[in-house]
């Protein structure tokens, strides 16, 4: 009798089961045709570091006090500055992001007192070289518009 | 390794579950000694994954250690982050403030469920059916969605700090979650009725794989693993801490000990994550989500602290030496799933080889997190 | 003559191309069936709604090396793809695809089909012993037991179709299923024959599955177990034999189920023209629910499949030839 019973409740759920699969199959795609269409980042999304510009003068807000240079974890971020003439504090000359070691934990962006410093939105970083990932920020804030 | 004779037979051969393989979710070698299908002898070899996470630990500072916890079980970080936390917290004494806590809480649940979908599929998958995969990946694109606009991670969270949490959350995520809630809770039923009541399923899993209660202490399994072969313990319930004391959710458990009940033990804690997460929004204050006196650079007193937290495969465990400076001097990180896999050997016994990877299966292994 | 044999000629050169075509485009309608029932598409870029993607993969398969590893049986490792292959195109040779368009008119129709099928799973031993591969040889030792196991259930319920209609021909079982769909073998003989009629459809269904090595009875191909079971060895054009002669093998069930179950060529309102649409409609739609069940179910275990075959389809199936010849005896 438990034979039948389990012949019976058994053929009974792969029925069940196929049902499922034919009401999905007309249902409509839940995927991006990703190269074609792109789905936009959220504002916290974690790309790569990068320079924030200061509305006021036109340039960069860091105060060069290697804090982020410190605190990284993997040791990834170069920091340097020099003193100018007739300028309060050091000038920023040189910041060097090696991107093939970041692991975006976020303490350069937290540490930083000025908010110099915010993550980008770029995730399309395919490149041909491992040197097409150490960025200059300096360079890359000069292109920014 | 070996814990017992191994059968000199001529009849056996020795095979060789490679560090590749479609099966073992990560670089696990298992070499298997078998008679004809019957496994003999199973002996994992791990540590093609093995990272020196621990030593890390002793050339980072405290703050500094925060993002080599996420990496340990990515699929489940969040655990990882908040026992790491805890253990920190525990050290330095700093006082979470509760909307802080609450907000761990959520967070750490729907990362469990994240890490339980995927743990389905990728089971599923391993016995033969495609399709439950793809299902349950759209509902955890959702949470992912949700924990991306709050820390702006998918995987690899780096979210929480000593003394609370990096962001808030906004009212989006909540309303966000809510509606997550009651979309998964609509699709359970599709899943039951496509997997779990599936005539084939339940043929592969009832009385397949039993590991007796005696089996789970001795090697101190714990998680899904434990509470499918009856055995009612879990870290939030018997050794609590942040709030869960203020939720009200249940402990599933099942004795039979099968891989069946491994199997609905986490589906199970699915359904109670969602109600802690929903008492969670409910109950949320306001205010601060980081301490106000939290120290910029951690140097806890000396001694030895240990924090455990239940992860999404076990009880996480991670033991603190401080000698007072700014780098702790040992850090020991206890993974659940490598006292889970240690089981593997001897319960596979006699077993012929696709039972024993739906067995492998159920213990729900991610090979970074033992060989860390 | 040379009318028969132009005949012939045209037959076997059609034959042949729906034996190719079907091959490979049953995988196109595969990964796109697979593709929405996962809420996704299926191939998209190659040609418009991929359907070049089969080209595409043909050219692949046949611009790999046709590698042949040291310890190999040369003969029989280099013979088995054919063995798999030739049988399953020379069952179409009996398969009425309309009132005229079969090819030849075997009186013995149905037995010989069925003796074809055997000969495929000769083929896929040979290979996989051929192939020196101890994996292989596992393999090709399971899908055996499983053949042997389904086909049995298989031929019980044709003996009990054959003995309510009384021949075996293809084309004359069809033909005397005309009139409407309740002429059909699947309703006519549920109440003239034997009521477990349906349930024998099911049998039939299953066991045909079975016998092409589908999921969920795909044990001998499973990904996650053994390697690619009994076709390890194979790489190239080698592979793409043992492929084609898969899903020649699907498509043959497929029209067997029509012509035995469904029908055949015959539509299902009396009014409409037969035709050989109509067999196509039915097969194709056989054909996806083949697909369909594919992708729902997990695999079985394989004492289950065993279990299922011994002490589940071959007790109906000897109850259903009884209950029939019971039934033809009273009636």
Redesign the interface.
Known sequence: MAYFN??F???K??F???G???K????????V?YPHETIPM?????GHIELVRDPETGGNKCIVCGLCQK???SGCITVDGEKREGVKGKVLTLYRLDFTKC?????CV?NCKPGAIQ?SKDYNLAGPSREAYVFDLLKRLEGQQ | MSLDVIDKSLETFVLNLGPQHPATHGVLRVKLTMDGEYIVHAEPVLGYIHRMHEKMGENRTWAQFMPNTGRLDYLAALSYNHGYALAAERAEGIEVPERAEYIRCITVELNRIASHLLWFGAFVLDLGGFTPLLYAFDDREQILDLLESVTGARLTFCYFRFGGVYNDIDDNFITGSREFIKRLRSRMPMYHDLVSKNIILIKRLKDIGPISQEMCRRYGATGPVLRGSGVNFDVRKHEPYSVYPEFDFDIPVYTEGDSMARYMVRMDEMEQSMRIIEQGLAKLPEGPVMAAKAPKILKPAKGDYYAAVEAARGSFGIRLVSDGTNTPYRLKLRSPTFSNLSLFSEACRGMILPDALALMGTLDLVIPEIDR | MTNELIRLIAFLVGIIAFAAGNAAYLVWVERKVAGHIQRRIGPKEVGPYGLLQPLADGVKLMSKQLLVPDGVDPILFKVAPLMVLVPAVMSFVTIPFGEHLAARNVDLGLLMIFAFASVNVLGLLIGSWGSANKYAVMAAARVISQNIAYEIPMLLTAIALVMATNTMNLNEMVSLQAGGFWQWNLIKLTFTASPLTPIAFLIFFTTMLAETNRAPFDMAEAESELVAGSFTEYSGMGFGVFFMGEYANIVIGAALTTCLFLGGWQSPLPFLPNGVVWFLIKMYAIIFTVVWIRWTFPRTQFYALLNLSWKVLIPISLVNLIVTAGWLKVF
């Open positions: 389990e012949l409740s058994g053929t759920s792969l069940i089961g196929m499922i699969t034919i999905e199959f007309f249902k409509p795609v839940v995927t045709q959220s504002a916290r999304f974690r605190n990284c974890p692991s975006l934990c976020g303490m937290e993550f």
